[in-house]
């Protein structure tokens, strides 16, 4: 069983920024960061192959966060810049079962089993 540690998070106005960090109790190829805003499905922001480095964001991210792994810590953490609103939300860390190889789907909720549990982040006007 992995087990997942998020921090970072809080409160941050419109156009700046904040950082979350992720870390993982156990090694894993593919994680992500998906948020939730309660009535709406989860939504995966961005994901990251721990071993070939590759990158994966959403439309709605793309150019303003960024995922990276500190090998270090065995984190993985996202900047989030330029922030706005819509990015209010509950964010999660999440991981995939090592023995299920790489996801072909790298911000699908469904591909991963392990997730922590959530910190909150808020942008205001």
């Known amino acids: 069983q992995v087990q997942l540690t998020e921090s970072g998070g809080g409160s941050a106005q419109a156009g700046g920024s904040l950082r979350l960090s992720c870390i993982s109790s156990?090694?894993?190829?593919?994680v992500a960061w998906f948020r939730q805003v309660p009535g709406k499905q989860r939504e995966g922001v961005a994901g990251?192959?721990?071993?070939?480095?590759?990158?994966y964001y959403s439309n709605s991210v793309k150019g303003r966060f960024t995922i990276s792994r500190d090998s270090a810590k065995n984190a993985i953490d996202l900047q989030m810049n330029d922030l706005r609103p819509e990015d209010t939300a509950v964010y999660y860390c999440a991981a995939r079962r090592r023995t299920r190889g790489t996801t072909m789907h790298p911000l699908d909720a469904y591909e991963y089993n392990y997730w922590g549990r959530g910190t909150q982040v808020t942008v205001t006007s």
């Open positions: 156990d090694y894993t190829y593919n």
């Open positions: 990251i192959h721990t071993v070939n480095g590759n990158t």
